[in-house]
């Protein structure tokens, strides 16, 4: 299995700024920062599970760290995310904390189970079931759930429709000894969430209950 990477900033910026000076971002960072990062790097996915280093956003907090995923089959991509974790030592009001984890999940479904009315109900009951199967204690969770249609016409008429699932959510982890959170359990649980929309088969015992979507569209090549 792969070991995570992803990539740290500091400092004010754009939202896709690469950080400067401090390529690793760890020299500033303080150290419950530094700790749950160092659990991210350490964590080991799936082999389904392919991570990417990708810009962490600068505006959202003082020092944030991030990383984005492709479940892949062969040369077939199933789903992808993006996962940020953000800190903010003085602490956020609306975090209830000092640290926030942000994540975007997409994938391509059927029509037909595009338009189920539960779907955006079902998918919101994934993420926190992700949570609460790994025994994670989390605070202020929000998001949406998005789904969209695509249909073709003119010159592009004989494309079939596509419908894609778009979760988007944040949430504040409990913070433990030394006030770092369990960073390495939410990623494994956030690729919990991912391999379940990609609609892979639970990953070890335990996890059998996973309800995954009885219909997929066809994978997507690379």
Known sequence: MAAAQGRLSDGAGGMDDANEGDPD??????PPFRAA???????RL????????????????????????????????LADGRLV???????HDAWRGTFRL?????????PEMAADPLLPEVCWSWLTGALQARGLTYGEP?????????????????????????IRA???????????????AHLASWCDLLAQVAGLPPAGPGDA???????RRGPQSR
């Open 25 to 30: 971002g760890t020299r500033s960072a303080p």
């Open 37 to 43: 990062v160092d659990q991210l790097r350490a964590a």
């Open 46 to 77: 799936r082999p389904q599970i392919e991570v990417e280093p990708t810009p962490a956003p600068k505006r959202l907090a003082p020092f944030a760290y991030a990383l984005e995923a492709t479940v892949v089959d062969g040369d077939q991509d």
């Open 85 to 91: 974790l953000l800190h903010d030592p003085a602490g």
């Open 102 to 110: 942000v994540t975007l999940v997409r994938a391509e479904l059927e």
């Open 142 to 166: 929000s998001g949406t759930v998005t789904r969209a249609s695509s249909h073709y016409f003119g010159g592009l008429a004989e494309r079939p429709a596509t419908s894609q699932i778009e």
């Open 170 to 184: 944040s949430w504040t982890p409990r913070e433990g000894l030394g006030g770092i959170p369990e960073a390495g």
């Open 209 to 215: 209950s996973v309800v995954t979507l009885p219909q």
